[in-house]
Structure formats: structure tokens, C-alpha cells
């Protein structure tokens, strides 16, 4: 088991930013591959950004390419989200995902592992 548990989340006015945090507990978090998600009312859950186990591969959505980044600590068994920039649109709970094997990168939410409960962010215009 991994448990997953995200902060960082709230209100912030656009162009502003935010920086969320999951944490990791249970396994060996350098072993997993590390998503964010993010689901607005009304829509279906959407991969922002992901990155691999090494950090050798990070995938970004178009809709935050060169706005978001995506790290990870694997000595604090922690993942980050760097949100600049942000926007109305931006609006959902992001949620941390991992899991061990992606045979496709970037991996998908049927593919995910573990979940974490979720934080929500709010931009407001």
C-alpha cells in the first residue's frame, strides 16, 4: 500500500501562483512514477503532468506547458506541482496518483495505482 496525501491547495487570483505537495508513505516512493490530476466540476479527470520514477522523463498537458512543473524529492518521498501563471480554467482538485509500471508514457488514470484524497485550487478572474 501507498498512501498519498496532497497540500498546497487554494484560493489565489489569476497570474498567481501555487505550489502543491504529495507526500508519500508505504513503499519505496523512488520506485513509482508520480502523476497529477485534476477534475473541474462537470468534467472528467485530466493528467496535467506526470514524471518518472528517475526523473529522467516528465510529461506536461498542453493546457500548462511552460506554466506548471512538476519535481520530485525521493529522499522526502515528496512530488511537487509548481502552478505559475494560473487561470480561471485552472480550477479543480488536483489529486496525486503513482504507480509502478507505466507501459505507456505518458501513464493514464485507469493505469494509476494509488490515489491521494485531493486539493482543491481555486483561481479566480
Known amino acids: 500500500q501507498v498512501q498519498l496525501v496532497e497540500s498546497g491547495g487554494g484560493l489565489v487570483q489569476a497570474g498567481g501562483s501555487l505550489r502543491l505537495s504529495c507526500a508519500a508513505s508505504?513503499?519505496?516512493?523512488?520506485?513509482?512514477?508520480m502523476g497529477w490530476f485534476r477534475q473541474a466540476p462537470g468534467k472528467e479527470r485530466e493528467l496535467v503532468a506526470a514524471?518518472?520514477?528517475?526523473?529522467?522523463?516528465?510529461y506536461y498537458a498542453d493546457s500548462v506547458n511552460g506554466r506548471f512543473t512538476i519535481s520530485r524529492d525521493n529522499a522526502k518521498n515528496t512530488v511537487y506541482l509548481q502552478m505559475n501563471s494560473l487561470k480561471p480554467e485552472d480550477t479543480a482538485v488536483y489529486y496525486c496518483?503513482?504507480?509502478?509500471?507505466?507501459?505507456?508514457?505518458?501513464?493514464?488514470?485507469?493505469?494509476?495505482?494509488?490515489w491521494g484524497k485531493g486539493t482543491l485550487v481555486t483561481v479566480s478572474s
Open positions: 514524471i518518472s520514477w528517475t526523473a529522467a522523463n516528465t
Open positions: 508505504g513503499r519505496t516512493f523512488s520506485d513509482y512514477h
Open positions: 496518483a503513482t504507480t509502478r509500471i507505466a507501459p505507456r508514457w505518458p501513464p493514464v488514470a485507469g493505469g494509476m495505482d494509488y
